[in-house]
């Protein structure tokens, strides 16, 4: 199955570029021409750079590493958050803090006070405050939750960016490119390319575009995890198999022994002949004779 369709991309939008006075020059390898004063996006390489970061996204998941959503424009905020949970990943839309990556002790701490905060509105911890002070912690909570509400669970540093729009988020693409962190971006006509690990040419502006990007991404995060979902079943049903192999070779062999039917005769003969000779010295013994367990605890009645 293909992972998008070129009929999908035409009707996103996506071959749009910016007008033609307002392209950066390094982009032109993707550029397929003019119409009307606006460039047109070349689609062959879009599918062939959507599909590269397809693969990327699924090794990085099956590594057992995470992927951030960054898209802080309007268009994309609504995108970003529904993707990213829908796939179980970490987001940012609302704004990218400074340090958010290169200072990420600094946010953890951010991030602890957020449940902290979360976790006083619970329990009752408000109860014994002033309505004043409640107010101001119920602001601080909700801007934390705002800013970085999307990454309230992330305890380290994600294996992979895609962002949305690499001139706006400018300082998420430096820090990442600094932390050595690859990046997905969607690059217009008046992006630069240069830096992005895997550059997406398309249009970054138009809602339904930037929607149909952030699905394939979000779409290679699940099919990994379903990928790891399968591998552990099939592990597990290798265990069971080898373990009912094992208790199969065990049974052979017990049911496979040999026995020796002139031992087994003799051995019976000589049992029988046992048997009647402790009958009769029964008989004749005295009780107080008997033998006595030592193990075993006798009362006196």
């Known amino acids: 199955m293909a992972v998008v369709t070129m009929k999908s991309l035409l009707e996103s939008g996506v071959h749009f570029g910016h007008q033609v006075k307002r392209w950066d020059p390094r982009m032109k390898k993707y550029i ?8 047109i996006i070349d689609l062959q390489k879009t599918i062939q750079a959507i ?61 602890l006070r957020l449940k902290k905060l979360e976790k006083m509105e619970v329990d009752g911890s408000f109860e014994n405050l002033t309505k004043k002070e409640i107010a101001a912690l119920g602001k601080e909570r909700s801007k934390l939750q705002k800013n970085l509400g999307g990454i309230k669970e992330m305890k380290e540093l994600p294996g992979i960016l895609f962002i949305i729009d690499t001139r706006m988020e400018a300082i998420a693409v430096a820090e990442a490119q600094r932390m050595g962190i690859p990046i997905i971006a969607v690059v217009d006509t008046n992006c630069n390319p240069d830096g992005i690990d895997y550059p997406i040419p398309g249009n970054d502006d138009a809602i339904r575009a930037i929607t149909l990007f952030t699905q394939i991404i979000a779409n290679a995060v699940v099919e990994a995890d379903n990928e790891a979902g399968l591998k552990i079943i099939e592990t597990l049903g290798e265990d ?62």
């Open 240 to 301: 069971d198999e080898d373990m009912e192999e094992m208790m199969n070779d065990i049974s052979l062999k017990e049911e496979d022994r040999e026995i020796d039917i002139d031992s087994y005769s003799s051995a019976a003969e000589e049992e029988t002949v046992k048997t009647e000779d402790s009958t009769v010295d029964e008989a004749v013994t005295d009780e107080d004779d008997l033998p006595v367990d030592v193990d075993k605890v006798y009362e006196e009645e």
């Open 32 to 39: 397929f021409a003019e119409r009307n004063g606006i460039h």
């Open 51 to 111: 599909k590269d970061a397809y693969d990327a996204v699924r090794k990085t998941v099956v590594a057992g590493k995470m992927v951030l959503f960054v898209g802080t424009k309007k268009q994309a905020q609504q995108a970003i958050q529904k993707e990213a949970e829908r796939c179980g990943m970490f987001y940012v839309n609302n704004r990218w803090l400074g340090g958010m990556l290169t200072n990420f002790v600094t946010i953890k701490k951010s991030l």
